[in-house]
């Protein structure tokens, strides 16, 4: 019966480590990585995931990278969490020098100022966090919701200059 717990526990910490930063994103970049994590929501949660890459970014920073696909990750969990979503399409984008990712579903949405700081009920912190993160980077992230009219959210950052 250990050996059991042991070894199940073995197996979500891979799960989860490999969910956390799969070596896809390291190796094939921020839309592969995307792309696949849009499959396995769709898989492991019943709503549908699209994903669309606009022209690919140019090469991003590791950090950057991770940033990006751990805010995109935090919010697909969002959605799966508190949206009662059917579809959620996943879009990247890069113009004028900056690199936007939409996330966009057709869930139950919410007052916006809902989500302006740390959740002391949930202590949820995904949200307060993305926008902490992006803004160290120089970017920004923009929540468009309503109730009964889904959500939108944009992260946008300067790509640099290389």
Not at 30 to 58: I, K, M, S
Not at 66 to 83: C, G, I, M, P, S
Not at 151 to 158: A, I, K, Y
Request: net charge negative; hydrophobic share 40%.
């Amino acid at each position: 019966s250990i050996r059991t717990h042991v070894e199940g526990a073995i197996g979500s910490t891979r799960s989860m480590t490999f969910q956390l930063s799969p070596p896809i994103l390291h190796e094939l970049g921020l839309e592969a990585a995307l792309a696949w994590l849009a499959e396995q929501f769709t898989n492991e949660h019943g709503v549908h995931f699209e994903f669309v890459a606009g022209a690919p970014a140019a090469a991003l920073g590791e950090e950057t990278r991770n940033l990006l696909f751990t805010a995109v990750r935090e919010l697909l969990l969002n959605v799966v969490k508190h949206a009662r979503a059917t579809h959620v399409h996943v879009t990247t984008q890069t113009e004028g020098g900056l690199l936007r990712i939409v996330v966009e579903d057709d869930g139950v949405g919410c007052r916006p100022d809902a989500m302006a700081g740390p959740n002391v009920k949930t202590g949820g912190f995904g949200l307060f966090s993305i926008r902490e993160r992006l803004s160290y980077l120089g970017g920004h992230c923009d929540v468009q919701s309503a109730p009964a009219r889904g959500t939108r959210v944009t992260l946008t950052l300067p790509l640099k200059q290389t």
